[in-house]
């Protein structure tokens, strides 16, 4: 699908100039927003289609493992997914699904299955997001893939996430995600982010290699089958958003990284245990794309990285998605 997403971009922009804009869709000015840098367009409600690739890693090893380095990927999937969209006045709702059949790594990796599901309510200055995440079918494998486990792992994530944009009356969150607003001038703003969230992590036959699932390895960790963490990260960044024609045109991007607790509940072979961690987070967005008055398209790039210490386990997570968006707007 990725080699397609270029083609997609160029006929998505042409297409929209097929279709005469009203003259009555000029930009207008938003209260608390400098007019001369953010405004907005009089359909305030949208719905949009999106359709790309993500590709995800979660890494649950142990820093005694010098011989042999595992680095045993619970899940290492590439695959397609598509998804939908609705905002409402200043409400935003988006739900995605993996689409069966369309990884790219090997077939017995190919039943990993997802489904995420985010909700925004953004004002001029903070951005809130609540968000849910499912996966099932989920495999460990060693790092030369000579062990490659049964698809038995699950793990959901839970979490609200929220934004203050120090310069919210020049810079459009808005504009760059979802093209709710125009950015009609060139501006960035610093950030300061926070994150609470429940990660539940389970399986049926442990979460690493099993002759190398061992208490010399893991200590009280081995033989671990399930693990909770509630938790808390802030992660300060900064955003900036570039635009041509008064905001018709636009690239933003946006990179925020933090640090924060985790107080994790796991069960092992030893029983019941509890450990408060460090927890590190780093995010990073791109986006681009034509920001009409009643049609418009975008491309997304949208990464996040976590790494938590159990000690001596260690739990890091990567997603990465690419994805196109095409939407329409309607209503006064």
């Excluded at 949009?48 to 010098?66: D, I, P, Q």
């Excluded at 636009?250 to 460090?278: C, K, P």
């Amino acid at each position: 699908m990725m080699r397609f997403l270029p083609g997609c971009c160029i006929f998505l922009i042409a297409f929209q100039h097929l279709f005469a804009q009203s003259p009555a869709d000029s930009v207008q000015s938003l209260s608390g927003a400098d007019s001369s840098y953010v405004g907005k367009y009089a359909r305030k409600n949208m719905i949009r289609m999106f359709y790309g690739a993500r590709g995800n890693s979660l890494t649950y090893e142990s820093f005694r493992g010098s011989s042999p380095n595992l680095q045993g990927s619970l899940y290492r999937n590439i695959g397609d997914y598509m998804g939908f969209g609705i905002t409402y006045r200043w409400i935003d709702v988006d739900a995605s699904f993996a689409l069966p059949g369309t990884t790219y790594l090997k077939e017995e990796r190919s039943n990993l299955e997802q489904f995420n599901l985010s909700a925004r309510f953004t004002t001029r200055r903070l951005a809130f997001r609540g968000y849910y995440m499912d996966a099932t079918g989920v495999v460990s494998a060693s790092a030369n893939d000579r062990y490659v486990s049964p698809p038995a792992a699950h793990e959901s994530r839970l979490g609200i996430q929220m934004m203050y944009f120090l310069n919210g009356s020049r810079y459009s969150y808005r504009a760059a995600l979802y093209q709710n607003e125009v950015q009609r001038r060139s501006a960035g703003s610093f950030l300061i982010g926070v994150e609470i969230f429940y990660r539940d992590l389970s399986t049926s036959q442990g979460l690493s290699v099993p002759s190398y699932d061992i208490s010399p390895r893991y200590g009280d960790q081995a033989g671990m089958k399930t693990l909770q963490a509630p938790g808390i990260l802030l992660t300060p960044g900064y955003a900036y958003t570039k635009v041509w024609k008064e905001g018709q045109y636009f690239v933003s991007g946006l990179l925020s990284a933090g640090a924060g607790v985790a107080f994790n509940r796991y069960h092992a072979d030893a029983g019941s245990n509890t450990r408060n961690n460090l927890e590190t987070a780093a995010n990073l967005m791109f986006s681009g794309g034509y920001n009409g008055p009643q049609y418009f398209v975008r491309l997304l790039v949208l990464g996040y990285s976590r790494y938590e210490l159990i000690d001596p386990a260690f739990l890091m997570s990567t997603n990465l998605m690419v994805d196109v968006m095409v939407g329409w707007r309607f209503g006064g």
